[in-house]
């Protein structure tokens, strides 16, 4: 299996007539989608998501493609290409709009529909170029070609990419369910068309690589919610990704079978919905929907919340509703809550501590590992291979994974005879380069990690995150003395200030006695040397609190001037 | 079902002739168990296990039972019963002893070798009680008889306590595989006896109550493992539980049959097979092992090697294989490693890490999501079930688990038939007395969380934790001013420390030229007032950094007076 070189270097200049195939993010994580192809000097751009952070980046809320490759050269994108609406997928549009807003999107209505209201929030007017399945878009050299793919947000699309090099298939996110809810089916037929046709290239989503068989239906859910209404004698909560229109069309199925009114929690739940009704895409039964306030109102069996909150976030609804703080929602005992969700991973210990409230306070709680309440939207290993089989590709590059899942994948891709040396296996910013037939990977480009946290972007970088990882674990210890320069002498004693430490607030006192002790010492040997005192304030207490506690929080000493 | 009372008042004292059950840990969390027993102003306290801390509580090393409730009554003690040697069992036992050293470990040959080789580290010579299954002991008023139970390390008792207010037993972990490894069943010809006999109050093992069905035989893995070494052409790493000695003969036993030698890789690894060779629960074939140094001269395809790490921890021998920063071991492509373990929840990120990093080396990772690596230690519901219908307690108290956990243990319960009212649903600090026959909640005592940080205990708490989470994901800024006190001058310029808000060195420039500013007019428009100068650096700063970033770092003004 074509082993990727670990240590690759820059790219040589594209060849004439070559397709050259980077990806910003997506290949090594989950998230942050966004595969940049060039041809002939032009660029085009397939997907432009987020990545969530990890326990690791603390205090970071979002985490985007690293654009650097790129921003010097926007002028040559012809356009974006948004397979379908997920976060991970658009999250990042307005970033990239920022530094030039004119860029074409291209994408479905529902996608548009999701970027549109993004855009909105960051006063942005974008141009944006409808499509649907089926459809073509010529930008640039790109002949574009859209491909209905089933996934779990509706108005999800593939994309064969045409152009004087050969052509590219890629998948976007999508599994095979063979009776989707909207009847919109992965488009198989046309897969094996152009696989007849010739695929020099197929990047495809290697998130479920690793489980085997094939996906359940999306509607094979409805029963077991039915089982769960049914038994629900109480109030019933269920909760589920607020951009889940199939999910939600089926709870709202099922609170019309069991004569519950639906009432909306959650601020982007309200909003989708909305935007899904409008489109026709949730079919909402007249009088079936009221507001949470009459809802609360109204006996609590007659009614099913809709919330967000499904991956255990404090402050969602749910997570409000598990500590006994909702202002609205309080939780009895005989309450039924329904996670129909999966459990992404690093979430596991938020989710479960909702559920152990919820559990706590009395509440039954339904979810993935005790009742079949959510499949993925993801194609396993099954529909993988049939995907290889059916699409024929020249060469597979693994895209949207982790290490595993892209190995996973080129594992299956080898089942179904595909020679290792068909397979590129390729990580964030590694090149690949089409020409003559031929995939290969040529060098590679180094790809950061650019943080958002709060307003800002990219000002947090890796040296903050690491003084935030050793000021989360160990707190730190400030120490300052005002000197008088000119003649060497301590004008205020040490003082100190320490957080995250101990709640013993005289810990520090012994060291605070040797550290005068070090100074005066110092001051008298010696000419006065400003860093010189630091070093022996870091290092006596660096000393005294190793030896005495066996931690090393920050120390920070300051030698102030006067 | 028993409806804990979430606000219950303290316990009344205990009545003449009953027996009083609390629990310090284990109820509502897994880990940290620990339950006291007290009958006629004796105790008698059944496990003291440390529980591991989860991201919220950063750079806490360990959780230990709050022993505040019973500190003033160490005397009262009259033993204390170790199920199995589990750190959620054993671990804290050195912190209960450094109190009162002499109080008596009853447990069976492993658990106590264990807890040996634990305290001797503390520099603590405990005094020792070895039991075997079917043995009694008598502790004051508290006769112990101990049953044997099979789980996921050798040598596991179940106790059951006869006292004159009645029958309590505690299961400790079990689970009831048919073909255990060396024989060990659980023996439920003597819970069926005691049933018979009458037994008061149950106390069972909860963490796999939401898991259908029984477990898969510990024996299952063995071909598994078989199939691995088959295939493995090069080199081979297995990693579990150091405490693990079945998993780890089992793969001796591989080994042998594969013609591999084996290197025991992780000191706590080699330490502890070395105690279960001692003891004769290890079978270690003559010649089999070989020292690491050795391993690494032999070609890969003639050894395995059997490594800690399988919870991804960062500094343990597989994380740094991952990185490939282990001084002896180079992964390579076409290597194989198994992880022969569970993956205990909150460690799903840090396992991921690990086997991403091995498969981006070209590593073959086999894991317990892609093969039958792994089999739990706890009973799931269908053996639960099947313990409650051969023990037939009068009252059951579901213990070992997460609320999740223990209501669903409840539910099994009611399904073989125990009404509501026999089930006492009781979380840390729950007084539960057994009076007259009938087991009731009387009362609550606040428990902590103890937090061993370094070598202190305790001196870490809900504040420091606070201040840490604060720092860790948005970092500090502190500012100190010089003023001169009877004048109210500004000696010296405001002075600005930032650690782990931003990159930018320059970041809060603007906010110094405001802090000036303000203090310049403060000083300038009323008397002088140190508390109020802090003031106004704080508010002055925390605008301008929340109006600029939507950020709150810690603001940490300081005055000083010369």
């Known amino acids: 299996?074509?082993?990727?070189?670990?240590?690759?270097?820059?790219?040589?200049?594209?060849?004439?007539?070559?397709?050259?195939?980077?990806?910003?993010?997506?290949?090594?994580?989950?998230?942050?989608?966004?595969?940049?192809?060039?041809?002939?000097?032009?660029?085009?751009?397939?997907?432009?998501?987020?990545?969530?952070?990890?326990?690791?980046?603390?205090?970071?809320?979002?985490?985007?493609?690293?654009?650097?490759?790129?921003?010097?050269?926007?002028?040559?994108?012809?356009?974006?290409?948004?397979?379908?609406?997920?976060?991970?997928?658009?999250?990042?549009?307005?970033?990239?709009?920022?530094?030039?807003?004119?860029?074409?999107?291209?994408?479905?209505?529902?996608?548009?529909?999701?970027?549109?209201?993004?855009?909105?929030?960051?006063?942005?007017?974008?141009?944006?170029?409808?499509?649907?399945?089926?459809?073509?878009?010529?930008?640039?050299?790109?002949?574009?070609?859209?491909?209905?793919?089933?996934?779990?947000?509706?108005?999800?699309?593939?994309?064969?990419?045409?152009?004087?090099?050969?052509?590219?298939?890629?998948?976007?996110?999508?599994?095979m369910d063979q009776l989707p809810l909207d009847g919109r089916l992965t488009d198989l037929g046309t897969f094996a068309r152009l696989g007849a046709e010739g695929i020099d290239l197929l990047l495809s989503d290697s998130t479920n690589a690793e489980v085997p068989g094939f996906v359940t239906p999306e509607r094979s859910i409805g029963p077991v919610l039915d089982d769960v209404f049914e038994h629900a004698a109480q109030r019933l909560i269920v909760s589920s990704f607020a951009s889940h229109v199939h999910r939600i069309q089926q709870v709202l199925d099922c609170a019309v079978r069991h004569d519950r009114k639906v009432a909306l929690v959650g601020r982007s739940m309200v909003r989708n919905m909305g935007v899904a009704a409008d489109l026709g895409l949730l079919r909402v039964p007249a009088g079936l929907m009221v507001r949470l306030d009459d809802a609360m109102t109204m006996p609590p069996e007659q009614v099913v919340l809709i919330s967000t909150g499904s991956q255990g976030e404090p402050l969602s609804a749910l997570g409000r509703m598990a500590r006994g703080d909702h202002h609205?929602?309080?939780?009895?005992?005989?309450?039924?809550?329904?996670?129909?969700?999966?459990?992404?991973?690093?979430?596991?210990?938020?989710?479960?501590?909702?559920?152990?409230?919820?559990?706590?306070?009395?509440?039954?709680?339904?979810?993935?590992?005790?009742?079949?309440?959510?499949?993925?939207?993801?194609?396993?290993?099954?529909?993988?291979?049939?995907?290889?089989?059916?699409?024929?590709?020249?060469?597979?590059?693994?895209?949207?994974?982790?290490?595993?899942?892209?190995?996973?994948?080129?594992?299956?891709?080898?089942?179904?005879?595909?020679?290792?040396?068909?397979?590129?296996?390729?990580?964030?910013?590694?090149?690949?380069?089409?020409?003559?037939?031929?995939?290969?990977?040529?060098?590679?480009?180094?790809?950061?990690?650019v943080y958002v946290d709060g307003l800002a972007v990219g000002d947090v970088g890796e040296e903050s995150l690491q003084d935030r990882r050793i000021l989360g674990d160990e707190g730190f210890v400030a120490l300052t003395v005002v000197v008088e320069p000119s003649t060497g002498t301590i004008v205020r004693p040490v003082h100190l200030t320490a957080r995250g430490f101990s709640d013993d607030p005289a810990a520090f006192a012994p060291a605070l006695a040797l550290v005068e002790d070090e100074l005066r010492r110092q001051l008298s040997t010696g000419p006065y040397d400003a860093h010189r005192l630091s070093q022996v304030i870091r290092r006596t207490v660096g000393k005294w609190v190793s030896d005495t506690y066996r931690r090393r929080p920050m120390i920070i000493p300051t030698v102030l001037e006067v």
């Open 1 to 175: 299996m074509g082993q990727p070189h670990l240590d690759l270097e820059a790219p040589p200049p594209l060849p004439p007539g070559a397709l050259r195939v980077m990806a910003l993010g997506g290949l090594g994580e989950i998230g942050r989608n966004m595969a940049v192809l060039e041809f002939d000097g032009q660029l085009l751009v397939i997907d432009c998501g987020v990545l969530f952070p990890e326990a690791e980046q603390p205090g970071v809320d979002l985490i985007l493609p690293d654009f650097g490759v790129i921003e010097h050269r926007l002028d040559d994108v012809v356009a974006v290409v948004l397979t379908h609406g997920h976060e991970d997928h658009i999250g990042a549009v307005p970033y990239l709009l920022r530094m030039r807003p004119d860029i074409p999107l291209v994408g479905s209505r529902f996608t548009l529909a999701l970027v549109r209201a993004k855009l909105r929030e960051h006063r942005i007017d974008p141009v944006l170029v409808e499509v649907a399945a089926g459809d073509d878009h010529v930008a640039g050299e790109f002949h574009c070609e859209f491909i209905c793919v089933n996934h779990s947000i509706p108005d999800a699309l593939a994309v064969a990419v045409h152009t004087p090099a050969g052509v590219l298939v890629h998948t976007g996110d999508f599994k």
């Open 328 to 449: 609205h929602v309080t939780i009895e005992a005989g309450d039924t809550i329904v996670l129909a969700s999966s459990l992404v991973p690093g979430n596991e210990t938020a989710v479960y501590k909702v559920i152990n409230g919820l559990a706590r306070l009395g509440a039954t709680v339904v979810h993935k590992e005790t009742a079949r309440v959510h499949v993925s939207g993801h194609a396993p290993a099954g529909e993988l291979r049939t995907l290889l089989n059916v699409a024929k590709p020249r060469y597979l590059m693994p895209v949207h994974g982790e290490w595993r899942h892209l190995r996973a994948h080129a594992a299956l891709a080898e089942q179904t005879g595909m020679t290792a040396d068909r397979v590129v296996l390729a990580e964030d910013g590694v090149v690949v380069d089409l020409l003559d037939g031929k995939a290969s990977i040529v060098g590679s480009v180094p790809i950061g990690n």
